[in-house]
């Protein structure tokens, strides 16, 4: 028997009972889902499902929503880019929420206007690992004092996107310069070396860093041979006399 899609290794055995039976629509199991949620945050884990079937939850019943859950749950999507999560998650908020709010033609109601602005920074992050702009991302993610408050709630949030980063660097490139990788890292110096050494495990040689062959950034060439018979070639001239006769 194979592994749903949507299984996850962490999560614990009472989630899996309410994702897969009617409970999962209960709204007694906001509480529980939200407590999961603070698992993740503290634990280093993440369970999307789980997360999504909370937030549809929220859909439901409005009065229950949560909105340090909320950026929780999207903080912890980031952090597994380049994966949809984020976006999933995002589609699960209402309209008005998502809607900036200048651009909103009244007032939002009492309590949307936070919600609404930590949303759109998160998306702004969202959107610069997307672009791979690692630099800009670090920068605007120092640039304002909400950035650090939405993410407190996630332990080890910087580490876990420099290991997204790095991780698709090593997808890409052989070498890179150290001055471009600390940017896009966001680190410089003693901090810098023990993370490219001992967590990447990769090589520094002078201002260059050599990162190891794997499947994905090795160079292959590649040998395109058309096989076209004889007969084909005729098939093809007669219908071009036939077309013109």
């Known amino acids: ?93 209402p309209p008005h929420i998502l809607t900036p709010i200048s651009a909103s033609s009244a007032l939002p109601a009492a309590g949307d206007a936070p919600l609404s602005e930590a949303v759109q920074k998160l998306n702004v992050l969202n959107n610069l690992l997307g672009q791979a702009s690692y630099s800009a991302f670090w920068s605007t993610l120092d640039s304002d004092d909400l950035y650090a408050d939405l993410i407190a709630d996630v332990s080890g949030f910087e580490e876990l996107i420099r290991i997204r980063i790095a991780l698709t660097i090593s997808q890409t490139v052989r070498e890179i310069e150290r001055s471009v990788l600390e940017s896009w890292l966001g680190m410089q110096g003693e901090s810098f070396e023990k993370f490219v050494s001992g967590v990447c495990g990769w090589a520094m040689s002078g201002s260059v860093i050599k990162v190891p062959l794997n499947k994905e950034n090795e160079a292959k060439g590649t040998i395109v041979r058309e096989n076209v018979k004889m007969e084909q070639f005729s098939r093809v001239i007669r219908r071009a006399y036939e077309q013109t006769a």
Do not use: W
């Open 1 to 93: 028997m194979g592994i749903a899609f949507d299984s996850t290794a962490e999560r614990p055995p009472h989630i899996d009972v309410i994702l897969n039976g009617l409970d999962r629509y209960n709204p007694e199991s906001t509480q529980i889902f939200e407590e999961y949620v603070s698992q993740q945050c503290e634990g280093r884990t993440h369970d999307i499902y789980a997360n999504l079937a909370l937030l549809k939850l929220y859909q439901f019943n409005p009065h229950l929503t949560k909105d340090e859950v909320i950026t929780n749950v999207l903080v912890k999507a980031l952090t597994v880019f380049p994966s949809p999560d984020f976006s999933l998650a995002l589609h699960l908020l």
